[in-house]
């Protein structure tokens, strides 16, 4: 019996040596984790393993002023569409308006003016976070300042800061940066906010009040600096930057959800922000910016004159995201001393750069 089973013994050997010399050799490479991604620079395409991220609808708060531009044109050009997001622009006529959404997560982002009602909000527990850098004022940007009534100018009336004794100056809200600015042009000359006239006047109303002679001075931005020279309403005496340098005028406020289960989301649209803001950027750094760019304007912001938006002088954001912390807490403690701050925030907790990190780990340090 033995004997018969030879053959049928030496032919199952032969056959398992057949089928292991038609097996590749070597070990069969491991999976990529789910979700990984190619890192930049990464040689070849993503592996057939990786799969995209979910798209994440977002909620987007906007002003409508040039210093949204940079989101209008990530969303013209598809830089938001690139990171899986599907982001809805809300439009708001004030930074305090979007505050009460964010904190409920109606509202996933937005941005605004550094004001005493942001920190008030986050003072009193509601949880929002500076991400990003949205509008600083550098020394030597001519876009922002201290602009003085024509006829007082002209005549010398103002020439340096103890001349502001006794004038009128409009502020277009109590508790902004303007009034940080101000109150350190006021200590230049050995005064303080009881020897001036402070007078509350919406931006847009200032032009008739500097018409009128109803105030003489005032602290204020584009596209104002710009419409009240061209009127010869005002001329630009002081520039903010080069009172305060790299004052943080406005920032990117991310709500509780940010900062929870839409992390991953909140990555991806650094990204595509920054990519919006280094092409801003580039678009105004030679002058008149790309007819595109002023078009993307016009679609998408309050500005609708395209002549208008080639005159401006653009606001300048950061192109490497981060906020200037520095400003942010002398701002706070201007607050603070003014009584308009009542139980301050403690900035550690309050500014979060892992977004921008994250960005920067994805695109790099802007090269102009």
Same mark, same amino acid.
């Given at each position: 019996?033995?004997?018969?089973?030879?053959?049928?013994?030496?032919?199952?050997?032969?056959?398992?040596?057949?089928? +292991?010399?038609?097996?590749? @050799?070597? =070990?069969?490479?491991? !999976?990529?984790? *789910?979700?990984?991604?190619? %890192?930049? $620079?990464? /040689?070849?395409?993503?592996?057939?393993?990786?799969?995209?991220?979910?798209?994440?609808?977002?909620?987007?708060?906007?002003?409508?002023?040039?210093?949204?531009?940079?989101?209008?044109?990530?969303?013209?050009?598809?830089?938001?569409?690139?990171?899986?997001?599907?982001?809805? +622009?809300?439009?708001?006529? @004030?930074? =305090?308006?979007?505050? !009460?959404?964010? *904190?409920?997560?109606?509202? %996933?982002? $937005?941005? /605004?003016?550094?004001?005493?009602?942001?920190?008030?909000?986050?003072?009193?527990?509601?949880?929002?976070?500076?991400?990003?850098?949205?509008?600083?004022?550098?020394?030597?940007?001519?876009?922002?300042?201290?602009?003085?009534?024509?006829?007082?100018?002209?005549?010398?009336?103002?020439?340096?800061?103890?001349?502001?004794?006794?004038?009128?100056?409009?502020?277009?809200?109590?508790?902004?940066?303007?009034?940080?600015?101000?109150?350190?042009?006021?200590?230049?000359?050995?005064?303080?906010?009881?020897?001036?006239?402070?007078?509350?006047?919406?931006?847009?109303?200032?032009?008739?009040?500097?018409?009128?002679?109803?105030?003489?001075?005032?602290?204020?931005?584009?596209?104002?600096?710009?419409?009240?020279?061209?009127?010869?309403?005002?001329?630009?005496?002081?520039?903010?930057?080069?009172?305060?340098?790299?004052?943080?005028?406005?920032?990117?406020?991310?709500?509780?959800?940010?900062?929870?289960?839409?992390?991953?989301?909140?990555?991806?649209?650094?990204?595509?922000?920054?990519?919006?803001?280094?092409?801003?950027?580039?678009?105004?750094?030679?002058?008149?910016?790309?007819?595109?760019?002023?078009?993307?304007?016009?679609?998408?912001?309050?500005?609708?004159?395209?002549?208008?938006?080639?005159?401006?002088?653009?606001?300048?954001?950061?192109?490497?995201?981060?906020?200037?912390?520095?400003?942010?807490?002398?701002?706070?403690?201007?607050?603070?001393?003014?009584?308009?701050?009542?139980?301050?925030?403690?900035?550690?907790?309050?500014?979060?750069?892992?977004?921008?990190?994250?960005?920067?780990?994805?695109?790099?340090?802007?090269?102009?």
């Amino acid at each position: 019996m033995a004997a018969r089973r030879t053959p049928v013994i030496v032919w199952a050997i032969l056959l398992l040596g057949l089928l +292991l010399a038609c097996r590749p @050799s070597g =070990s069969p490479a491991a !999976p990529a984790p *789910a979700g990984s991604t190619v %890192s930049p $620079g990464g /040689g070849g395409p993503p592996s057939i393993s990786e799969a995209p991220p979910a798209a994440t609808a977002l909620s987007v708060g906007v002003l409508g002023s040039l210093v949204d531009l940079p989101v209008f044109l990530a969303v013209e050009r598809g830089y938001f569409a690139e990171e899986a997001l599907e982001v809805r +622009l809300v439009a708001f006529n @004030s930074a =305090s308006d979007m505050i !009460p959404l964010l *904190a409920t997560d109606q509202l %996933s982002l $937005g941005s /605004g003016g550094v004001n005493a009602g942001i920190f008030n909000a986050i003072g009193r527990g509601v949880r929002l976070h500076i991400v990003a850098d949205k509008q600083f004022f550098p020394a030597g940007y001519e876009g922002s300042g201290i602009l003085v009534r024509t006829d007082l100018f002209d005549s010398g009336r103002v020439r340096e800061a103890r001349d502001l004794r006794g004038l009128t100056i409009a502020q277009g809200a109590p508790g902004t940066t303007q009034e940080v600015q101000l109150d350190a042009l006021l200590q230049e000359g050995g005064l303080t906010f009881d020897d001036v006239v402070l007078k509350t006047v919406a931006y847009a109303d200032q032009a008739a009040a500097l018409a009128n002679g109803s105030i003489d001075v005032t602290s204020t931005f584009e596209p104002y600096t710009t419409t009240f020279q061209e009127r010869g309403l005002a001329r630009m005496w002081r520039l903010t930057g080069d009172i305060s340098p790299d004052s943080e005028a406005s920032v990117v406020l991310f709500g509780p959800q940010m900062l929870g289960e839409h992390r991953a989301a909140g990555n991806r649209w650094m990204v595509a922000y920054l990519r919006g803001v280094r092409d801003y950027a580039r678009a105004f750094a030679g002058g008149e910016p790309p007819e595109d760019v002023v078009q993307t304007m016009v679609k998408h912001g309050t500005l609708k004159d395209p002549a208008l938006i080639r005159r401006l002088k653009a606001p300048m954001i950061n192109p490497n995201g981060y906020p200037f912390r520095e400003s942010l807490q002398q701002t706070l403690d201007f607050f603070v001393r003014r009584g308009l701050v009542q139980s301050p925030p403690n900035l550690d907790e309050v500014i979060e750069t892992s977004f921008v990190d994250f960005a920067l780990a994805r695109l790099g340090r802007y090269a102009p």
